[in-house]
């Protein structure tokens, strides 16, 4: 049989790119923050391994891709060629296996001294893909020598064709859903904390809830609109923000979260208060030029039951409303994005009742003086100032005392 002399090569071969599928697959698993069973068992041998340098590093995911999916495509191309010689013997075919499996060697070099002059280490499961891409070259090398004296078959079949297509669409595909089932299952990093930090944290929030409940009440009304939440809330938050202030999309944020994490125990009510001469008479120069425009925009979508879906949609495009005016072209596209009625929306726009919502919510923030945005009012009582980390903390530290209190 003319094959014979050419098992071990194959043999060499298929070892290599199984091999290196599999140990590819882990690292895009290890790579995207997720943990696997081999991955531990390899890396955390008598904890002296590089694994976690090389996923931090700037090799570990060139252009935001991970490099063990490229490797894994690599791996599977090399695959398919095996299949595709096994039934056709083809001079192409072996070339393409012999420079592709030189250009992983030395392309796998680099990473080596990369790990050990950069990182200061190897990476036990990358040196596994090395050892892969070794035997690889070896196979393909000793194919392409003792091939020289088998006769090539000059007509490849269409079974030939149709096995390296199918080896090399699985394995591509199994490279990509391992890579979206590796982010899928991504361990959140957990920060922990000492037990002198924890107290410290706990004793800032004590301090930062006195000074709460030292403040004074205010007597502000809370509005209909603008609001989400509990409808019988324990604690009541309302926001005084600007659409153009950076601070206020922050506060946003952390305060959307607070009450999606209480839903049966807090209400969050957002209050005008746009920094624009426009229609703010406390503003003595022009600074947030468009903010108005803005306030009224979002105030319009409470008509058709989408004012935090224009809420959203104006605060995502804050940067852009620093560069470029407001213009009614802009509010179309935000009501058509959030699935509003636009020709509602500008109408409502171009009205004077939504103006008057925003001048009575910038009324209301003159009466307790309000000195900047955001403006933060807990049950009637003005949040201190408290470092944006600390907000959630301060709230539930608030949120457990007021409902001691609730009936």
């Known amino acids: 049989m003319q094959n014979k002399p050419l098992a071990l090569p194959f043999a060499l071969l298929f070892v290599g790119a199984l091999l290196g599928l599999v140990f590819s697959g882990v690292l895009i698993y290890e790579h995207n923050g997720a943990k696997t069973e081999i991955g531990s068992a390899v890396c955390n041998v008598q904890n002296a391994d590089n694994c ?28 398919a060629l095996a299949v595709f010689l096994l039934i056709a013997f083809n001079d192409t075919a072996i070339r393409l296996t012999l420079w592709g499996a030189l250009a992983a060697i030395l392309f796998d070099f680099f990473l080596l001294l990369y790990s ?55 394995t591509v595909g199994g490279g990509l859903f391992f890579n979206n089932r590796a982010i899928e299952s991504k361990v959140p990093e957990q920060t922990s904390l000492t037990r002198e930090q924890q107290q410290l944290i706990e004793q800032l929030n004590n301090e930062f809830y006195k000074q709460w409940l030292a403040g004074e009440k205010l007597g502000i009304d809370v509005p209909k609109s603008g609001g989400k939440g509990a409808v019988h809330p324990v604690l009541t938050i309302a926001e005084f923000a600007d659409p153009l202030c950076p601070h206020c999309k922050d506060m946003g944020i952390v305060l959307g979260d607070f009450v999606k994490k209480h839903a049966d125990k807090v209400r969050v009510v957002f209050r005008h208060y746009p920094l624009d001469i426009q229609c703010n008479d406390a503003m003595k120069r022009a600074f947030h030029v468009g903010a108005c425009d803005l306030a009224r925009t979002i105030e319009c979508g409470e008509a058709q039951g989408k004012f935090w879906q224009m809420h959203d949609a104006v605060f995502a495009q804050q940067e852009t409303f620093f560069r470029n005016p407001v213009t009614e072209k802009s509010i179309e596209a935000m009501a058509q994005a ?27 923030g003159n009466r307790i003086k309000i000195q900047g945005t955001p403006t933060v009012i807990v049950n009637d009582r003005k949040l201190p100032s408290v470092p944006l980390e600390y907000i959630p903390g301060v709230l539930t530290k608030i949120l457990a005392e007021e409902s001691k209190r609730a009936p």
């Not at 194919?143 to 149709?162: C, L, P, Q, Y």
């Not at 636009?342 to 009742?353: E, I, S, V, Y």
């Open 338 to 364: 959030v699935g509003a009625n636009a020709t509602m929306l500008l109408q409502c726009f171009r009205g004077n009742a939504t103006m008057t919502k925003v001048k009575a919510d910038i009324a209301a």
């Open 52 to 79: 976690a340098k090389a996923k931090d590093s700037a090799m570990g995911k060139p252009f935001g891709i991970p490099l063990a999916l490229v490797g894994f495509f690599y791996y599977g191309v090399t695959a």
């Open 116 to 170: 050990l002059v950069v990182l200061g280490g190897i990476c036990r499961l990358c040196a596994i893909t090395y050892a892969a891409s070794v035997l690889v070259a070896i196979g393909a090398y000793l194919i392409h020598r003792r091939g020289e004296k088998i006769m090539k078959v000059e007509t490849v079949s269409n079974a030939a064709k149709a096995a390296f297509a199918a080896v090399l669409i699985f």
